[in-house]
């Protein structure tokens, strides 16, 4: 019986960094109950801010689904591939060094092994515009799981609004 007991609470202790994030944590906005359970913690959407790492001024607000129920709590459960994705200029855009297509900006844990959620980075040089891309790397069907924000870069106050493909490196 002991011996259950520590498997069951090793497990569980592998399964913590699981939920956790592996860079910077955004900062949670809200969670929304969208399955309520009696006896387990609930299922829920929950709402992230995070402020792009490799650029000042954009902001990008995303939604997960979080699994209710203990195996949840536990992180047992495998969390599901969506996601939901905007991105907004909210101050005078600063880029801080040169980036390529797909610069990854942040990433999520989204079982105990093998999904994740990550959020990457791109510039359509054309129109002068950051997009943003988040997706499980898990495939779902045939297809990954994915949302696209693009941000338009515009002048802020009196500053001049820079030009993606300038720091662009392929």
Known sequence: ????????????????????????????????????????????????????????????FFTVPEIG???????????????????????????????????EIYRQRRSLFFKKMQIVRGCDPKNNVLVYLSYTDKLIEGSPKNSTSAVPIMPWGNSEAPKCSAFMTN
């Open 1 to 60: 019986m002991k011996k259950l007991a520590a498997s069951l609470f090793a497990l569980a202790c592998l399964a913590l960094p699981a939920s956790a994030q592996e860079q910077d944590d955004p900062e949670l906005i809200f969670k929304k109950t969208t399955v309520w359970r009696m006896l387990s913690p609930d299922a829920k959407l929950t709402t992230y801010s995070l402020n792009d790492p490799g650029i000042d001024g954009v902001a990008c």
């Open 69 to 103: 129920g203990w195996s949840g709590w536990a992180g047992f459960a495998e969390e599901v591939s969506d996601v939901s994705i905007a991105c907004r200029q909210v101050g005078p855009i600063l880029i801080k060094e040169k980036f390529a297509q797909g610069h």
